[in-house]
């Protein structure tokens, strides 16, 4: 929900926009727990590409607190 927020608010600015102003970027989507960065974001840290693991708790409470 909320990145759906900050797109919506994205569109509204960009439409209500000055035509002389700069393009806004898009936003990035919120990070989210089990959602780790790919290797090419992280720099090749030697992890396996594509395996996934769950949450820890830590990272769900860091998450919804």
Same mark, same amino acid.
């Given at each position: 929900?909320?990145?759906? $927020?900050?797109?919506?608010?994205?569109?509204?600015?960009?439409? *209500?926009?000055?035509? =002389?102003? !700069?393009? $806004?970027?898009?936003?990035?989507?919120?990070?989210?727990?089990? *959602?780790?960065?790919? =290797?090419? !974001?992280?720099?090749?840290?030697?992890?396996?590409?594509?395996?996934?693991?769950?949450?820890?708790? =830590?990272?769900?409470?860091?998450?919804?607190?």
């Amino acid at each position: 929900m909320i990145d759906q $927020l900050a797109e919506a608010n994205w569109m509204f600015a960009t439409v *209500n926009r000055d035509d =002389d102003s !700069e393009p $806004l970027d898009f936003p990035e989507p919120i990070p989210r727990p089990g *959602n780790e960065p790919t =290797d090419t !974001e992280r720099g090749a840290s030697g992890d396996t590409a594509g395996e996934k693991s769950a949450p820890t708790t =830590d990272q769900l409470l860091q998450f919804f607190l």
